[in-house]
């Protein structure tokens, strides 16, 4: 059994909105697909005479101790515009923001990206930053954002000195290369203001307390509204914190793998440390690289047939829970364990199957089922 939690269904016309909201009870349908979701409201525009556009605000979470409120699921978009990818040839631009359109709409409003990502594709405007300010600019975005719905947009600072070679500027050394770099990313990005700031691993040209007094820097600059830490230890994060908390900045977010085959951040207690700080988990390859996924079956390499145990409970919970796919259960998974995924996405299909994952949750006994059978398979 699933259990469902309120959430907001918004139609919304395409050119203008004039809303206002509606109690509707305990639940609505949305006509379109023919779902029934629990719901608290939603917005109409009572001039519009057709061509509305519909958008679902799902439940949101609050970005650690910030005020930045976030859907449950993000997108992390590592393969937006990397060749190596695929980018340029299975799939353009054009694939890319018809898929952020579709996630906006369906309730995903957290896009996690860096200034490394496609950076091959930094001089023709085609790296990841450059192509989310485009798709910011769009008009399915433009009228998410008059209803509260505007994407959060975070972005990392890659610490190896000659990322220069890669990105432009110069070698990267101090508390400087950091706002440089920030600079840089907004400038891609088309904005003057980033959500969230975030290291993208610790180096040791860095110290800690160095980079931790350039986020603070930036935040009192005004050039973002809150700062995290990528692959960071429970110890590095713990006094990441500790620095940012003497000049009063929360640490909002620690970004690592995580995913019920890779169980290192909930082994060695980052997981928990992270709930008592209240500090967000953000976790990146929660499907190994589509390992968890339905196309596994298909694979008879040894690691594929390791997993397939663990496919099929989550197919069995996925039938349970009313038709969800086992990405879809594996993703559920590790919202109920107090994470944030951010799991990759290129097509429109994959951003609705993503936004699928929203409106309900796992009970807790199919959760128990499934930690029990990720140990058995770790052992």
Not at 171 to 184: E, H, I, P, V
């Amino acid at each position: 059994m699933t259990s469902a939690f309120p959430c907001l269904v918004l139609h919304l016309p395409s050119s203008r909105f004039m809303g206002r909201f509606e109690k509707l009870g305990s639940c609505c349908k949305r006509v379109r697909k023919g779902v029934r979701l629990q719901c608290t409201s939603r917005a109409v525009d009572p001039n519009a005479a057709g061509g509305n556009e519909e958008y679902v605000i799902a439940e949101l979470t609050t970005l650690g101790k910030t005020s930045l409120k976030v859907s449950k699921l993000g997108v992390g978009t590592l393969q937006w515009g990397d060749p190596g990818s695929g980018f340029g040839d299975k799939y353009v631009e054009e694939d890319l923001g018809n898929a952020f359109d579709e996630l906006v709409k369906g309730g995903i409003n957290f896009f996690d990206t860096a200034e490394v990502y496609g950076y091959q594709g930094i001089p023709s405007g085609k790296s990841a930053e450059q192509m989310i300010g485009r798709f910011l600019l769009r008009q399915a975005i433009q009228e998410a954002s008059k209803a509260s719905l505007s994407p959060k947009i975070a972005t990392k600072f890659f610490t190896i000195p000659w990322t220069n070679f890669l990105v432009g500027g110069g070698f990267r050394l101090g508390r400087k290369s950091l706002l440089d770099a920030l600079t840089a990313s907004l400038k891609r990005l088309g904005k003057s203001k980033i959500d969230l700031y975030q290291i993208h691993f610790p180096f040791p040209t860095f110290s800690n307390s160095a980079l931790m007094e350039s986020l603070k820097e930036a935040v009192e600059l005004g050039l973002t509204s809150a700062v995290g830490v990528s692959n960071y230890s429970k110890v590095q994060m713990e006094e990441a914190a500790d620095l940012l908390a003497q000049y009063r900045v929360p640490l909002a977010s620690n970004q690592v793998k995580y995913s019920l085959l890779s169980r290192k951040a909930e082994e060695e207690g980052l997981l928990k440390v992270c709930k008592e700080r209240s500090i967000t988990l953000i976790a990146y390859s929660p499907l190994e690289s589509g390992l968890l996924s339905a196309k596994t079956f298909q694979r008879k390499d040894r690691r594929a047939l390791q997993v397939q145990p663990l496919l099929r409970t989550l197919e069995k919970i996925g039938q349970e829970s009313g038709g969800k796919s086992i990405t879809q259960v594996a993703l559920n998974y590790l919202v109920c364990k107090g994470a944030l995924p951010i799991p990759g996405c290129k097509t429109t299909n994959q951003a609705k199957e993503h936004c699928g994952v929203l409106d309900w949750r796992l009970e807790a006994d199919q959760v128990a089922a499934l930690d029990q059978e990720a140990k058995l398979l770790k052992a």
